[in-house]
């Protein structure tokens, strides 16, 4: 079964440091998303992609953070200079835009 | 916007008992519902989804959700839990129209107990 595929699984970065975590999307798929999970917590919607652009954002996706599709197989998300707070597992997803959205695996991401 | 409440954030439940994960949704607009399962530091794995048609769907590993317009909700159900049925599970909603995001629940931890 095709995979969304997510790295690395985890990272830790200083304070202020950039960060670029990278997916492969599913091949087919068309609509790409990062969500990010602080521990312990519900899964919140970062960011929507969609004919390579945002098509949406949360209020948690400042001017810290971006997404590119840099080629037909790669979307990231960097966040430009981490803080503490943004200390969470992070994931990708894809999906066709129907039938259901696919995840990876997750990105650890600890700021010291 | 859409909103999800997962009423219990922990279930515990002795082994090849009954469970059901609650979950209750608010929306203006017609939703297609998911439910996800997340085991210790894993990902998430989708169990099952509605999108239309019957209102009951089954899902992996033994689990059905009957979806209740009038009542705005997704409950899970297993009949008969087994110990590696302890996980997170996320109840989670979207708009149906293409590529919408997705809205989780705060979550409900099922521990099964021998």
Not at chain 2, 17 to 37: D, I, K, M, Q
Not at chain 2, 40 to 46: I, V
Request: some cysteine; proline content about 4%.
């Amino acid at each position: 079964e095709p995979e969304v595929t997510q790295t690395p699984s985890h990272q830790v970065t200083q304070m202020g440091q950039e960060v670029i975590l990278r997916c492969v999307p599913i091949s087919n798929h068309l609509y790409f998303y990062w969500y990010r999970q602080i521990l312990g917590q519900k899964v919140e919607f970062l960011v929507s992609f969609y004919n390579n652009e945002i098509s949406e954002k949360s209020e948690i996706f400042d001017d810290q953070f971006s997404v590119e599709r840099p080629d037909g197989s790669n979307f990231t998300l960097k966040i430009r200079s981490t803080k503490l707070e943004d200390s969470a597992m992070y994931f990708c997803a894809s999906t066709t835009g129907y039938y259901g959205y696919t995840f990876g695996s997750g990105t650890r991401l600890t700021v010291v | 916007a859409q909103s999800v409440t997962q009423l219990d954030s922990q279930v515990p439940v002795f082994e090849e008992a009954p469970v059901e994960l609650r979950c209750n949704y608010s929306s203006s607009v017609s939703v297609y519902l998911f439910w996800y399962v997340q085991y210790p530091n894993q990902g998430l794995q989708l169990l099952l989804k509605y999108l239309s048609g019957s209102t009951l769907v089954k899902g992996i590993n033994g689990f059905e959700a009957e979806f209740n317009k009038s009542q705005t909700s997704f409950h899970l159900r297993k009949p008969s839990v087994h110990i590696s049925d302890t996980a997170e599970y996320f109840c989670a909603v979207s708009e149906n129209n293409a590529g919408n995001m997705l809205t989780f629940g705060g979550g409900t931890r099922l521990m099964v107990k021998p």
